[in-house]
């Protein structure tokens, strides 16, 4: 029997090329847009090989044990990126791509998903209560992340102390973060293990090889993000796009797009349930658990500039904008394909409105 499916292994053979590719352009000092294209794609297969490594040893463990272990490596990619664009200064690009990986979850991914689910199956029905409670969580953590934007633009008392507000705030995200992990997987398993058919997954495979491919994926996210990193500036000016639309669309997409297509496809099978449950949650991560992982580290790993919650007003309304969509989406229980095709516009408008600043 062979151990990894087709899928997985061409996923495992593209990280790793591209990966091998994007050193050899660096080394070389090859053209950084070009450089910084093929490190996108690496990061975005390598985001997807963590994500098969960390399900497959998932599969061994209790629901509590799979969600910390889900949490915390899932968003590997984003993370070593979010670190390296830190220690690079490009505060405004981690702080874009943290709202777009929020944004391309709550927008792109689940419109992505309503859209083919509903051209496929027609209308599609799911649980109301876990979506209810993931989109919930969601807008009281966007509320929560906000609050330092509204202290220095309304120049309250807090403003003078902007830093210490977004630990604070930044601590408390991470403690509920760590409370929602039971709560928020409940019921996720059979996602792992029945729904999906075996030539998209294929057999389980060894703890070994699980452990092994996910040393090898996390090493090498390392590596690319900081090549990704060190070729970004160059290419941000060579193609006239700014920091903000890099970070808040090719940064999110690279690192957490790929990944999410599982969602689309839980949807196309018609297990609604199942779909807005994985998508829903991978953006509540980042919410609960990246974005304040980011900040707290900024203050630590000697980063010129350190990360705060304090965005511009446009990025925050966006966000808000955003999350609320989403409640709204779900509240019902159901969902045709036009509300798809009408979150995927909207994100494209929020992207377009970020192309030059």
């Known amino acids: 029997m062979k151990l990894l499916a087709a899928k997985e292994r061409a996923i495992i053979a593209i990280a790793l090329l591209t990966a091998i590719v994007t050193a ?45 272990l889900q949490s915390a490596l899932g968003n590997l990619p984003e993370l070593m990126v979010g670190i390296f664009s830190l220690r690079a200064g490009l505060v405004t690009v981690v702080q874009s791509a943290l709202v777009g990986s929020i944004l391309a979850n709550a927008l792109l991914v689940l419109g992505l998903a309503f859209l083919a689910g509903g051209l496929k199956n027609g209308t599609q029905r799911f649980s109301k209560e876990q979506p209810r409670m993931i989109a919930t969580l969601m807008l009281l953590a966007v509320s929560a992340i906000i609050m330092p934007t509204l202290a220095a633009k309304l120049h309250t008392a807090a403003s003078a102390h902007i830093g210490d507000l977004s630990i604070a705030v930044s601590v408390v995200l991470l403690i509920v973060f760590i409370a929602s992990i039971p709560v928020s997987l409940k019921g996720s398993d059979p996602v792992n293990c029945e729904v999906l058919e075996e030539e998209d997954h294929g057999p ?86 990246l974005t304040p992982v980011l900040v707290l580290l900024s203050f630590v ?51 377009a409105g970020f192309w030059w600043g």
């Open 24 to 68: 050899i352009m660096t080394a070389a000092h090859v053209t950084p847009v070009l450089t910084f294209i093929v490190s996108a794609i690496s990061l975005a297969t390598l985001a997807s090989m963590v994500g098969m490594a960390t399900e497959q040893l998932g599969k061994r463990m209790s629901a509590g044990a799979t969600g910390v």
């Open 301 to 351: 790993i000697g980063a010129p500039v350190h990360l705060t919650l304090v965005m511009p007003p446009l990025l925050v309304a966006a966000l808000l904008l955003s999350t609320l969509i989403g409640l709204v989406i779900v509240y019902d229980g159901e969902s045709i394909w036009l509300e798809g095709l009408a979150l995927i516009g909207l994100y494209v408008i929020i992207a």
């Open 204 to 289: 389980a495979w060894p703890t070994w090889m699980a452990a092994a491919i996910l040393v090898v994926a996390g090493v090498a996210s390392a590596l690319v993000s900081d090549w990704f990193v060190e070729a970004m500036k160059p290419a941000i000016t060579t193609l006239h796009i700014s920091e903000t639309f890099t970070g808040l669309v090719i940064v999110a997409i690279a690192g957490n797009a790929v990944e999410n297509v599982v969602g689309i496809q839980l949807a196309i099978k018609n297990q609604a349930d199942y779909a807005v449950s994985v998508i829903l949650n991978s953006g509540l991560q980042v919410a609960l658990g």
